[in-house]
């Protein structure tokens, strides 16, 4: 294998392919391009791969799903063959053909690629959450699960009832920009958990109200009555986790000079 040095290297990559993968669910080919790219000059013979090594690195058991995704990555154009040698792509061509209006990038350090898809749903997150900062939206009301409206409560005080994108994601919120549901969502969130590129804490709101009248205002209010539960004798609201990523977001300066100037006007580049 055609291996450079890679002390101390790490891979800034782009924000707007991240979600590409994945909305187009191409997170196991995305992660056997990312290795070869970090690893090699950016071209290669397959049969001068260290079988054993790739296998190991990338925790998969059989070459031929190597292959599989490697046959996927070229079907894709990310890499392509010249003279009997492959050529990978690099990811600021493959960024420049999604139409990008972004130019942030996701800091992969230290890469592990057992983790890799791990990592990319942590950046998402990341991501979002600098977005709505910028935009202002900090908050929004919860919403009931049935009827999609927003539930008010005159219990509650002022901001009880609102999550903040800096720092709570809801499963749906998570998932929706991406084209997936609410479940889909969750299991982002537990994967990247898993991987501890994220921190997920449970979160709670205080209706300020005795247990006692638990049921009562679960009959009142039934469209959110299974986030109603009972803690130190008060009734307490579910609310969405709050989340902590812990990646770091970096502008790809070849990115931000290729943009034409009316994208960059977006919210996230001022």
């Known amino acids: 294998m055609n291996v450079l040095p890679i002390g101390g290297r790490h891979m800034n990559i782009p924000i707007e392919l991240i979600n590409h993968i994945l909305r187009k669910r191409l997170s196991r080919p995305a992660t056997l391009y990312c290795y070869l790219l970090f690893n090699t000059s950016g071209n290669f013979d397959v049969k001068k791969l260290d079988k054993h090594k790739v296998l190991s690195d ?29 050529y ?49 939206k900090y908050s929004v009301p919860i919403r009931g699960e049935t009827t999609g409206k927003p539930v008010s409560f005159s219990y509650l005080p002022t901001g009880q009832i609102i999550y903040t ?43 300020k109200l005795s247990v006692r009248f638990l049921e009562s205002m679960k009959k009142s209010y039934p469209e959110i ?4 539960v009972s803690r130190r004798s008060h009734i307490y609201l579910q609310l969405p986790d709050r989340v902590k990523s812990h990646i770091k977001l970096r502008r790809i300066k070849l990115l931000r000079r290729l943009l034409p100037y009316n994208k960059l006007q977006s919210k996230e580049e001022r």
């Open 165 to 207: 994108y800096g720092d709570e994601v809801a499963n749906i919120y998570l998932a929706k920009p991406l084209g997936f549901g609410k479940t889909t969502g969750g299991n982002f969130k537990k994967r990247a958990k898993q991987c501890q590129y994220i921190d997920v804490k449970p979160n709670y709101a205080d209706m």
């Open 225 to 228: 009555a299974h986030k109603m």
């Open 88 to 136: 990978i792509k690099g990811m600021t061509a493959l960024t420049m053909e999604l139409n990008p209006v972004s130019s942030m990038g996701a800091v992969f350090d230290p890469p592990d690629f057992r983790k890799f898809k791990g990592f990319l749903i942590a950046a998402s997150i990341a991501y979002g959450h600098l977005l709505k900062k910028r935009q202002g």
């Open 58 to 86: 990338l925790h998969v058991k059989k070459w031929e799903t190597v292959r599989r995704h490697l046959s996927e990555l070229i079907d894709l154009g990310w890499i392509y063959s010249k003279n009997n040698v492959l």
